[in-house]
């Protein structure tokens, strides 16, 4: 089965860092771009960012660029959100995802959602 499992979550304090992993089974992942999304508190669902099936491009939504970055290793079926000078307002759920086709898609272009990490950062 297709399956994203998200990784790597946890409580931390305002200006450090974490890394998020997104592990992908039951496909090959060089065939799929991929993205990350989050949910803040009350809020909808929002990009973060994407990367290519290459690995080469990758796309940050206005709020998290500059501090955030995202890498995948497709050999390792894995992906990951490499998230520095971590504020407050990044505080939610952070989800993975796939899509067919590179570059800045609309957020029901992809699907196979994982479960989700949170993402707690204290002032």
């Known amino acids: 089965q297709v399956r994203l499992a998200e990784s790597g979550g946890g409580l931390v304090q305002a200006g450090e860092s974490l890394r998020l992993t997104c592990t992908a089974s039951?496909?090959?992942?060089?065939?799929?771009?991929m993205g990350w999304f989050r949910q803040l508190p009350g809020k909808p669902r929002e990009s973060v960012g994407g990367?290519?099936?290459?690995?080469?491009?990758?796309y940050y939504s206005d709020s998290v660029k500059g501090r955030f970055t995202i890498s995948r290793d497709n050999p390792k079926n894995t992906m990951y959100l490499q998230m520095n000078s971590l504020k407050p307002e990044d505080t939610g759920v952070y989800y993975c995802?796939?899509?067919?086709?590179?570059?800045?898609?609309?957020?029901?272009?992809?699907?196979?959602w994982g479960q989700g990490t949170q993402v707690t950062v204290s002032a």
């Open positions: 039951g496909f090959t992942s060089s065939m799929w771009a």
């Open positions: 995802a796939r899509a067919f086709r590179d570059g800045p898609r609309p957020v029901e272009e992809f699907g196979s």
């Open positions: 990367i290519s099936r290459t690995g080469d491009q990758t």
